[in-house]
């Protein structure tokens, strides 16, 4: 590189663009394999707190064999209770936290996603070097090298240029080809963000959530780390409501809708950093492209349908630094290798998400009273109960 050199005859190295969940892993997973990395990320700066996910599997995985389970076991948070509300506003049922945790089991954490990115930012931010306001404008490649003209007018090369930068991914676009052609729409939005304080009526430590027919809210307090509301609906038109943003269709979306709704919306009309995008998988027939590998939602995003994005993102960047390990010499066969390893597990995520997208919003009164019945017979006392002695027995 011109600004940090990172030329092939110094050793291997890795421009990674973006520093979200699968950019810090791959960081980090790169930096234990002997690699070179630097990191580019358009924001400003990282992003913290956001909505809580769900992390297990491939992901927990490699966090241990990574070294950063133990820290993202401190920042692992469960809520006191998951309480379902009526459209009234009336409390339908309530599954207690120790039940929420019992079926949770074993090797399963629920985190902040900017606690995920930072775990891993701490532990290679020492050893890799992190420009952020700065993105990628320009890539080129051939058999020496990836060249790539950054944002600030400065130059980078590196044997591997990992595109983490997420569903809109750039380096996807400029070297793969335009999102419309990978993109499948899953016809639903996502908004979520930060409140400023709890709306009244909320009991403090617990996740609320409305179901109407076609949308969901929920009202997820994170004690210290505050509350956020959360936003998932069924649309026809999410490009235009895309374009349109939070603030003019997510009122459109709730603005008839009760229970703390209106407190929320109000909340909403002052937030300046709202979470908001369409539901859409990518469908990339293959990650790489000579030395150019996308890595994370920019491959493969599964959707919050799956509940599995940042376990792929952190198992992907593991098992790539583990097939770069294995064919040290032959880039084509380790990154043909990695995602042979990687792609079923993708896949068949992708496959869950859209067989479950339905249960965010359900389209009609008796899907939505289907998707509630395992959790409402888990709020019975008799078999919460029976679920934490059981489930708690065998992990
Ligand atoms: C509401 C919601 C709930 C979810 N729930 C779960 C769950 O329960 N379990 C789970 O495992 N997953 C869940 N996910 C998915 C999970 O959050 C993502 O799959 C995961 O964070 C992987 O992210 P990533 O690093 O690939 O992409 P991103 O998080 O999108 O990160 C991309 C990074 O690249 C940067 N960037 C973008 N463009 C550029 C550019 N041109 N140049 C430089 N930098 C750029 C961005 O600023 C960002 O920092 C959920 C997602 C949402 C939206």
């Known amino acids: 590189m011109t600004a940090h050199d990172t030329s092939p005859s110094a050793g291997r190295s890795a421009l990674i663009v973006g520093a979200g969940i699968a950019g810090q892993a791959a960081a980090l997973r790169l930096h234990q394999a002997g690699w070179r990395v630097r990191v580019v990320e358009r924001a400003a700066r990282r992003r913290g707190g956001g909505y809580a996910v769900a992390f297990a599997g491939i992901g927990y995985d490699a966090a241990e064999r990574m070294g950063v389970l133990p820290d993202l076991l401190d920042r692992h948070i469960t809520p006191d209770a998951l309480v379902y509300v009526k459209k009234d506003g009336r409390r339908a049922f309530t599954v207690p936290g120790p039940t929420v945790r019992a079926m949770a089991g074993e090797r399963n954490l629920n985190l902040l996603r900017g606690d995920i990115e930072d775990v891993f930012h701490q532990k290679v931010r020492e ?69 400023d304080h709890l709306p009244e009526g909320l009991t403090p430590g617990t996740t609320a959530s409305v179901t109407d027919t076609g949308r969901t809210l929920a009202v997820i307090d994170l004690g210290e780390n505050g509350a956020a509301a959360f936003f998932g609906y069924r649309s026809e038109e999410s490009d235009r409501e895309l374009a349109e943003g939070p603030h003019t269709t997510i009122p459109r979306a709730y603005g008839d809708m009760g229970w703390v709704a209106p407190q929320v919306l109000d909340q909403l009309a002052a937030a300046d950093d709202v979470y908001f995008d369409t539901v859409s998988q990518m469908e990339v027939d293959g990650w790489s492209r000579g030395r150019v590998v996308l890595l994370g939602d920019a491959a493969w995003c599964v959707t919050l349908f799956a509940g599995y994005g940042s376990a792929l993102a952190v198992g992907g960047a593991d098992a790539l630094g583990a097939a770069l390990e294995e064919h040290p010499d032959d880039l084509p066969a380790a990154l043909a290798a ?13 496959r869950l998400g859209r067989q479950v997208k339905g249960l965010y919003a359900p389209k009609d009164p008796l899907s939505l009273w289907l998707r509630d019945l395992p959790l409402r017979m888990a709020s019975n006392p008799l078999m919460s109960r029976f679920l934490q002695r059981r489930l708690q027995i065998r992990g």
């Open 338 to 350: 990695w995602e042979r390893r990687i792609r079923p597990e993708a896949e068949r995520k992708q």
């Open 127 to 195: 050893h890799a070097e992190f420009t952020f306001g700065t993105t990628v404008e320009r890539i080129e490649q051939d058999a020496d090298g990836v060249r790539a003209t950054l944002s600030d007018g400065t130059e980078a090369t590196a044997d591997l240029l990992i595109g983490a930068d997420g569903l809109h991914s750039a380096t996807r676009a400029q070297v793969f080809g335009p999102e419309s052609e990978y993109r499948r729409d899953l016809r639903h939005m996502v908004g979520v963000f930060m409140l």
